[in-house]
């Protein structure tokens, strides 16, 4: 396993860092604007504005990264990720904050594209499910760290700020000395999602699957906690039983992937979060112990899937087409998380089980998906296969 992982260690650092600054400038940017006095319907479209931004940065990215390469690229955004989070801390207004929010989206997108990309080209079939699980402890870990540096400053000092800029600007350092070289630019850049279906429908569909979840996930979670009663600090502990599930069980079901089919890998995962949620729905836990166990399960099955759905998709890209498949991922990624806290919100009015039911639905729909998808991937091959064989094939022996 440290055989697989070595190649892409720096890598993995670099995303440690930019996760750090993200995890911290999530958190701290709400905060900071609810000091101000700014409504939340104010700090909700400003969240929404960084993730149109992020969804146009997913198009455009590459052709970018087409021009100057993967390295230029992680500095340029991060450099512009840095520069935003400093002006947050000088120009302390609404339509200030909206751009800075804006820029910081649009470089993101760009480097997590490189990232995605380089990763799916430094790693194989028979390892890309355990360096896509490593990737995604690795931002698991800097979210956390990032959240927790949160209590070292005043929000309303410019200290914090300058800590989320630190760490962005060192996600810069371990790419830069990396030994191997960077992979060469795509010769295409077209981001083609009806090609990205055809591709790896699983794939496809669990990204966009997984983003409705956890974008619902990511803001109803603590709305639910209050419904039931739970205090401040125990919805806090019901999100880090979620995250901390997700962080034992990336390794295990990645390494698992490399070995079986990953789509088998994925219809457990979604298989278990249903059962989780089940329980969530009809029997609606008060036991601390067994609401706390049910998160664990439910992260422990949620966060693995997009990194599963990722490395999927990328064991059927040709060659050349890694930054292309990442992006088109990283769109039907954010696509589904602007869609899901929406409905989610909107099924509030009918009750905590609506939602819950909800989330039911939609893991119904990517085990729905694992289980049909196969055949349909099969005709498909064999279809290929057979327009192959009829372009190549020489007629004029009697046995070709």
């Not at 993101?108 to 079939?125: I, K, Q, R």
């Not at 009918?350 to 909800?358: A, C, D, E, K, N």
Request: proline share 4%; charged share 10%; glycine share 8%.
């Amino acid at each position: 396993m440290f055989a697989q992982l070595r190649p892409v260690s720096s890598l993995l650092v670099s995303s440690l860092f930019l996760f750090i600054g993200g995890g911290l400038t999530g958190i701290l940017l709400p905060l900071r604007a609810g000091l101000e006095g700014w409504s939340p319907l104010t700090i909700g479209l400003m969240g929404s504005f960084y993730a149109a931004a992020f969804l146009a940065g997913c198009f455009l990215m590459p052709k970018l990264i087409r021009r100057i390469g993967h390295i230029r690229v992680i500095a340029v955004t991060a450099t512009l990720i840095s520069m935003s989070v400093l002006a947050h801390s000088v120009f302390v207004n609404i339509p200030a904050w909206f751009l800075f929010r804006g820029i910081a989206g649009f470089a993101l997108a760009g480097a997590y594209t490189v990232l995605e990309s380089w990763f799916n080209e430094e790693a194989t079939n028979e390892s890309r499910g355990t360096v896509f699980s490593a990737y995604m402890l690795s931002n698991s870990i800097g979210l956390m760290m990032g959240q927790f540096l949160l209590v070292t400053a005043d929000p309303a000092l410019t200290t914090l700020f300058i800590f989320s800029a630190i760490a962005y600007g060192a996600a810069v350092l371990p790419i830069s000395v990396m030994v191997s070289s960077s992979p060469q630019p795509p010769t295409e850049t077209k981001i083609d999602l009806k090609k990205l279906f055809n591709t790896s429908p699983v794939a496809t569909v669990g990204a966009f699957i997984t983003g409705i979840t956890f974008g619902a996930w990511n803001i109803h979670t603590p709305v639910y906690g209050s419904l039931i009663g739970l205090s401040d600090a125990a919805i806090a502990s019901l999100l880090m039983a979620t995250m901390l599930g997700g962080m034992i069980f990336q390794f295990p079901l990645g390494r698992i992937s490399d070995k079986i089919d990953r789509r088998y890998v994925m219809l457990f995962a979604t298989c278990a979060g249903l059962t989780a949620s089940i329980f969530f729905t009809f029997l609606e836990p008060r036991s601390t112990v067994v609401l706390f166990g049910l998160m664990f399960v439910f992260g422990a099955v949620l966060l693995p899937l997009y990194s599963l759905a990722v490395a999927h998709a990328n064991d059927h890209a040709a060659e050349g087409e890694f930054v292309e498949t990442s992006s088109g991922l990283l769109i039907v990624y954010a696509v589904g998380t602007m869609v899901g806290p929406f409905v989610a919100g909107f099924l509030d009015g009918y009750g905590r089980q609506s939602r819950l039911v909800y989330y039911n639905d939609h893991r119904l729909c990517v085990s729905g998906a694992v289980h049909r998808i196969p055949n349909y991937a099969d005709r498909c091959s064999a279809k290929r296969t057979a327009q192959q064989f009829c372009l190549h094939a020489d007629w004029s022996k009697p046995n070709a």
